[in-house]
């Protein structure tokens, strides 16, 4: 049987083992891989290694849940494993024919794990509780929300849009009478689990909760252990941990009894350039806005078709990841006809020998007197972004173009993103994340379109998606603003980001245990893995 430990005698196992380099030969010789317990019946708990903690809390107002399952809450709709919008809490909902009111009704047998009843008024109040924090959750649209009466709750919205539903996917409902100062390190909700412990820096306790109105899930107990990622390896070696995420540096060493998962993402890294040329205009804070070089298209489209995302996906992912061509791909309002084949050496030569670029005595291009050199930003504590950086810049380095790597922090690459390129990620299954790295009207608005970018006829799509009725009437929109056959957002038409890479989530897991059918994953904050939790089982 496994031998379950104190975390602090986790702790001092992992330092051991990751001391002596201990191989997954070397563990203890009483490991036993059969997740049985004593009886021999399958254990129903399981032991998972992340090292991402939340640094706010487990309350949904302030942004709790939105990178995969709250947990303890509940939401009004979810997304099924094809991505569709479908009930949770609610039961039907329906939009005026303005798409300004959303009425929703909602489940009548619903409790909150103290037993107490989950009512309309608790909708209202979470919306509205959220509203007043003005945290990252975006509620600006949304003018009221009413009971209407114990089941049903009408949305007020300040214009038709029809990303509105993933707000109602991405929110979990909180307890009006058991919500105080204390709410998010001590969460309480109607999800399939409820809190058990926290200690921060440490691990995070959950249990099945009993008043769940859901299927039942199969595990009763859930610890999350907040490793590093040697850490975790050395727990996933030592036998201590069921499931891990794992670094694709890691991949190819071999754990007993245990399998490697790859999952599909939108976990995407690219570059976003400055779209406009500087003309000496700032921010408010005073930096600069705007860069010559980046600013001519012909750079841009060279760079884009000209980067070989396979060498990247090999050379920096060890092979797990997928070419990456804008922030949806995969996804289903994303537009296939953006995807370039090949790297293109040669046309992005032509490219910018016709746009007036010629070699200077240095090897690097120059037009007018300006030379073909920016700068490139990346977070300076991922290892991921700064080799995707680095050999971005090699790749470019034939074509003439000389790129400047240059490692810093938020606060750094914030004082220079309007006015150099920058190595970025996004990735979410919220259509409107588009809108918000290209609209024109968000241009400079925190990490919103860093390079200003602005496009008439995007921004009309844009439009046209938002006041759609449906996220299904909205897709030919979306889909059109990337590249409408003449122009849109992606490398086919304006290039005002190079997309790069979407990188696999990896985990290293029991070689027993089934974690269903896993969506395609957002981008990383969070626990996007555990979308499906209450699906999880054992598999024979």
């Known amino acids: 049987m496994k031998k379950w ?6 702790l001092i196992l992992v330092l051991s083992l990751v001391l002596v380099g201990c191989s997954s030969n070397d563990t203890d010789s009483d490991k036993d891989n059969d997740a049985t317990n004593t009886d021999g019946d399958k254990k129903d708990e399981l032991v998972l290694a992340f090292g991402s903690e939340t640094d706010d809390g487990f309350d949904p107002a302030t942004g709790w849940g939105r990178y995969g399952s709250p947990l303890f809450q509940s939401t009004l709709l979810k997304r099924d494993d094809d991505l569709n919008i479908v009930n949770d809490l609610a039961t039907d909902y329906e939009v005026s024919e303005d798409g300004k009111v959303w009425t929703v009704e909602i489940r009548d047998d619903v409790k ?7 009512t309309a008024s608790d909708v209202k109040f979470t919306y509205d509780t959220t509203m007043e924090t003005g945290s990252v959750v975006d509620l600006n649209v949304l003018e009221k929300v009413e009971e209407i009466d114990e089941t049903t709750v009408e949305f007020t919205l300040k214009e038709a ?28 909700g109607s999800g399939p689990f409820k809190f058990v412990q926290w200690d921060k820096g440490q ?12 299927d039942e899930p199969y595990f009763k107990k859930l610890t999350f252990l907040f490793l590093d990622e040697d850490a975790a390896f050395a727990a996933a070696q030592a036998g201590e ?100 084949e090949d790297a293109d050496m040669d046309g992005a030569l032509e ?20 030379k073909a050199e920016f700068d490139l930003y990346y977070l300076s504590d991922d290892i991921i972004r700064q080799s995707l950086s680095i050999t971005t810049a090699d790749l470019l380095e034939p074509l003439g173009i000389k790129v400047n790597v240059e490692g810093g922090s938020w606060d750094v690459i914030a004082d220079n993103m309007h006015s150099e390129a920058v190595l970025m990620g996004w990735g979410s299954h919220d259509p409107k994340e588009m809108y918000n790295i290209y609209a024109s009207e968000n241009a400079g608005i925190d990490f919103n379109n860093t390079g200003f970018y602005s496009n008439e006829t995007v921004d009309e799509y844009f439009e046209k998606a938002l006041r759609a009725n449906s996220e299904a009437d909205a897709i030919e929109y979306w889909q059109k603003a990337q590249w409408d056959g003449e122009t849109g957002l992606s490398g086919k038409g304006d290039a005002a980001w190079v997309w790069l890479v979407n990188i696999d989530h990896l985990y290293l897991m029991d070689e027993n245990l089934d974690i269903g059918n896993q969506r395609i994953h957002v981008h990383g904050h969070g626990w996007p893995a555990t979308d499906n939790i209450a699906d999880w089982k054992w598999s024979n």
């Not at 430990?5 to 986790?10: D, Y």
């Not at 794990?113 to 989950?118: A, N």
């Not at 020998?353 to 070699?359: I, K, P």
């Open 161 to 188: 849009d029809s990303s509105f539903a993933n707000t109602l996917v991405g929110t979990g409902i909180i307890p009006e009478h058991a919500y105080g100062d204390d709410y998010a390190e001590e969460p309480l």
């Open 351 to 370: 490219i910018l020998n016709e746009a007036g670029w010629e070699e200077g005595d240095d090897g690097i291009l120059e037009k007018d007197g300006l």
């Open 112 to 118: 909150f794990s103290d037993g107490e009843p989950l």
């Open 241 to 340: 941990v069921d499931l891990t995420y794992i670094p694709a540096s890691f991949s190819s060493q071999e754990v007993a009894g245990m399998k490697l998962e790859s999952v599909q993402t939108v976990d995407n890294r690219g570059i976003v350039f400055p779209y406009v040329e500087d003309s000496g205009e700032e921010t408010e804070d005073g930096n600069p806005i705007g860069n010559d070089v980046t600013a001519d298209p012909a750079i841009r489209h060279a760079i884009d078709i000209a980067v070989d995302r396979e060498a990247l996906i090999d050379g920096v992912l060890e092979g797990y990841g997928s070419p990456a061509y804008t922030s949806v791909d995969g996804l289903p309002w994303w537009n296939p006809d953006t995807v370039i």
């Open 5 to 10: 430990l104190t975390f602090s005698g986790l």
């Open 203 to 214: 691990q995070l306790i959950v249990e099945e909760n009993p008043e769940y109105y859901g």
